[in-house]
């Protein structure tokens, strides 16, 4: 993989692909290495032709979004990191109470929308650090809401390059979970129904979740937000605390001060670091209280 053969093959401009590229610059906890490439690409058919391009070469590839739930390996990404944007980052309205969002707009550019075009309903997912794509991917959720609540339907790319489209009902929505997370489907566009409401409301109620999360979460340090599930039974913040885990440190890795369902890198923190206190975490609260934690934070690379 060069280069100048992925530029000809797949027609991504030369600005758009970067080889070798840091992983820390592209994932909020600010950790990972090197990814073999990392390529930005701006339409559909692009993204056809590097898919194309990826699967003829036997080359491994990864959609990426905002990278806000990745703990990204210190050996990097083996193979093609691709992320979307142009066409990608477009919103268009699709009736008067419905809009569609490019997979690579972030949350926060579609509740800004919303919010200028007194749309109510969506109010829950400022501060979600995330993409429309990666939102979907995961039912991201807050104070009560998930993004099913909102999804009317999804346009995405087959693991055979067909275009295809499904209702948010069929989208098999649970917690932290989709039908895309047992797929190597691309996310393309998303429409999604909200309701007419008073701006003075909306803006209202985005103030008062933004209030919450600085209240309550270490949004001063790099983090991927909560690592583990919420158990069947109560919080895992409320486990790790009553394990005494609160504040525990590997490396740059620490069980936030603030938040314990949070670990934040306090400068110089490896996936290593991170990894090893979400098993020690896991291995004490399992121990302690018989819970066995899941992972929310996703593990990429080698
Ligand atoms: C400070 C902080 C607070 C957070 N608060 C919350 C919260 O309140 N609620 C919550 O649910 N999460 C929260 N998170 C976690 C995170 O923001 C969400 O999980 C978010 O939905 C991830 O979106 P992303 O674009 O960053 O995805 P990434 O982290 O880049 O990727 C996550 C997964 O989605 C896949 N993906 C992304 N885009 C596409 C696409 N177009 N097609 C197919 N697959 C795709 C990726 O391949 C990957 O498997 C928080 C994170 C931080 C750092």
Redesign the pocket.
Known sequence: MTKNEIIEITGIRASDIYMNEPMNLHT?FRIGGNADCFCVVRSIDILKKTIGYCKANDIPY?????????LVSDNGIRGMVIK?SGDFDEISDISETSIRCG??MSLAGVCVYARNNGLGGIEFAW?????V???V??N???YGGEIKDVVQSVR?LDEDGNICEKSGKDLDFSY?HSA?SDTA???LDVTIELFRKNKNDIFYLMNDTMEKRKKK?P?NRP????VFKRPETGYAAALIEECGLKGRTIGGAQVSEKHSGFIVNNGGATAKDVRELIEEVQKVVKEKTGVQLQCEV?FIGD
């Open positions: 909020s990864f959609i990426i979004g905002l990278g806000s739930n990745l979307l997979a690579g501060g979600i650090p995330g993409s794509g990666g939102a991917y995961m991201a959720g807050a995405y932290r895309f489907d691309v996310i979460q949004l983090s991927a937000g909560s996703r």
